[in-house]
């Protein structure tokens, strides 16, 4: 700019008197007209930074946008959505007083899509429109009522242009810009500059939208996961709670016995699906809280080598193990380590044949905490060893594979092991040499600190209660009841939660198994007027009992006053524990 009116005063320097004030004239002229382009693409520049931010929440991109044109541009303007979705405005304005009045009128008057004045008709017809002064009969014509009339003669408006926001030939809404107190007086100059204002943000616009409908398909994609689960859990619950029932009365029969063993099987292995199935959507979103703690990861291996050796040793498996010197102190979650190593037992079993090897290794290797899961089973092809970690991504894919299953459990592991800072690698030397599977978890800083027993015995003693149990599936809340009375609880049934209220008047409960998706009161809002008439929780003892076993669902059954939350089918041991590690009030 300097270098350019130095230029211009030596062209005027060579002029006479009246030659040199014209010249002059033109030099300033040239020189406004510098300006204002400058300021235009200084506008423009501000305007692609804010448009082009990391932000993705529409309205305030939008927001922020109105803050960059007012008062450089503006004196006021409003933006209008118009996409999928109801019509609202943004109203910035430099003016505190002019704000209100503009709110106002497009909180009484918005615009009227059928409308063929406005903004209305200009996003109809895709088309900027220009009114360097707004004349009197133009706003008689435009304005809904007297009353708007009065308020739009308060903002005393002198120019106005409205451009429609279009992107990918897809009219989003449109956008007013106005000036009053300023003075301004809009040019076709300003109405270039409006319409490329437009056309970012109605780029910036649709990546936004696309978000939020993204975020939109997650959240009904949530709910519906959450439905499912709760659909698939239900039915289970009294199938898992009437197998200890049917194995007592066949005791003396291997036949009777045999059949419970293949139903308990295959009700923890659509469990463990339901599971993983939640846990890979609920994981990579971050809606799950690790509980971090040291952890002697040996004791944890021993512990689930305990649980499951008798299992794969009768499904025909060799299964050798190798632990190193201990402790091996990690600091993790202890459910989701075991549910790694759990998982990566299962792939073995799943893909090793009757009378094959499966080896556990667990031990220090250069300053990492290591495991390693070995089989001789179907192997994995070269090219498949990057990707088997994907999701849903199988080995064998074909509709008639006899491992079944959905390609989640080794997703699951990576994420996991991913998320307490360790890495997992999958080899093999091809099909039919079976495959490795090699977990690294940095170790602790710190020992692990001394605690009463990590491991008590579980208690088999039952100490009789008063139990009501509240389900709308009666087929779950009668297996549910017969149970417990076999465990010497008195045991009473509601299928609803207004039964529920009357029922624990009478019956004064101890403990309540409450289902949370009750028809009529949900158990949520039971469970509220449950506590509410006993607050002492040495006197009631509230367990939420649901399909739903989201984080949401806990955290919401927490503060409707519940102490525990089982997901179904859940599993009696724990159940039975819960009751007898609680000792009611009875003074």
């Excluded at 003075?183 to 500059?193: H, I, K, M, N």
């Excluded at 599971?275 to 004791?299: H, N, P």
């Excluded at 220090?364 to 290591?370: C, K, L, M």
């Excluded at 509240?470 to 087929?475: A, K, P, R, S």
């Amino acid at each position: 700019m300097k270098a350019f009116m130095e230029r211009l005063v030596s062209r005027a320097a060579g002029q006479g008197s009246l030659g040199k004030a014209a010249e002059l004239a033109k030099i300033q002229k040239e020189k406004e007209v510098l300006e204002e382009h400058l300021e235009r693409l200084q506008l423009l520049a501000n305007a692609t930074k804010v448009l082009i931010s990391d932000e993705l929440d529409y309205e305030k991109r939008l927001k922020d946008l109105g803050e960059v044109v007012v008062p450089a541009f503006a004196d006021w303007c409003a933006i209008n959505i118009v996409h999928g979705r109801p019509s609202y405005t943004l109203v910035t304005s430099a003016s505190p007083e002019k704000r209100a009045i503009a709110e106002e009128i497009q909180r009484k008057y918005p615009p009227r899509p059928e409308s063929t004045y406005g903004i209305s008709d200009v996003i109809r017809q895709a088309e900027p429109r220009l009114y360097a002064a707004l004349p009197e009969d133009l706003m008689r014509q435009t304005t809904q009522s007297e009353e708007h009339y009065q308020l739009l003669r308060q903002l005393g408006i002198v120019s106005v242009i409205l451009a429609p926001l279009v992107a990918r030939d897809q009219i989003l809404g449109g956008i007013t810009f106005v000036t009053s107190d300023s003075g301004r007086v809009y040019t076709e100059a300003d109405l270039d500059t409006a319409a490329q204002l437009a056309n970012s943000a109605a780029i910036s616009l649709e990546n936004a939208l696309l978000h939020q409908e993204l975020m939109e398909a997650n959240r009904a994609k949530e709910k519906f996961l959450a439905m499912l689960a709760h659909e698939l859990r239900n039915p289970l619950t009294p199938i898992r709670n009437s197998l200890p029932i049917l194995a007592a009365k066949g005791d003396d029969d291997y036949e009777v016995k045999d059949i419970v063993d293949i139903m308990d099987r295959q009700i923890r292995t659509m469990s463990r699906l339901l599971d993983d199935l939640f846990d890979v959507s609920r994981i990579t979103e971050g809606k799950i809280q690790f509980q971090m703690e040291g952890i002697d990861l040996l004791a944890l291996v021993q512990s689930i080598i305990q649980s499951r050796r008798a299992e794969l040793e009768k499904k025909g498996f060799k299964f050798s193990v190798y632990l190193g010197e201990g402790p091996l102190v990690i600091m993790a979650d202890r459910v989701r380590v075991e549910q790694v190593i759990v998982n990566l037992l299962n792939n073995a079993a799943k893909y090793t044949p009757s009378g094959g090897h499966i080896a556990l290794e667990c031990g220090r290797e250069g300053g990492q905490a290591v495991i390693r899961v070995r089989d001789t089973g179907k192997g994995i092809p070269p090219h498949m060893l990057k990707k088997i970690f994907q999701l849903f991504i199988q080995v064998d894919q074909s509709i008639d594979r006899p491992e079944g299953g959905l390609g989640l459990g080794l997703t699951l592991v990576q994420i996991l092991v991913e998320h307490h800072g360790g890495t997992v690698l999958a080899r093999s030397e091809g099909v039919g040499k079976g495959s490795e599977f090699v977990v690294s978890l940095p170790l602790a800083v710190s020992p692990l600190p001394k605690t009463a027993d990590q491991h008590p015995n579980r208690l088999v003693q039952d100490s009789p209660r008063r139990i009501l149990i509240v389900d709308d599936n009666e087929d779950a809340a009668n297996s549910i009841g017969k149970l417990l009375r076999k465990f010497g609880h008195e045991v009473q049934i509601a299928y609803d939660g207004i039964a529920a209220l009357e029922e624990a008047k009478a019956f004064a409960p101890e403990v309540v198994l409450l289902d949370l998706g009750l028809p009529i009161l949900d158990g949520y809002e039971t469970a509220r007027r449950l506590r509410s008439a006993v607050p002492d929780r040495n006197k009631l003892l509230l367990i939420a009992l649901s399909g739903y076993g989201q984080e949401e669902d806990r955290r919401r059954a927490m503060e409707a006053g519940f102490d525990h939350h089982l997901v179904k089918p859940f599993d009696t041991h724990e159940l039975r524990a819960l009751l007898n590690a609680w000792t009611p009030d009875r003074s």
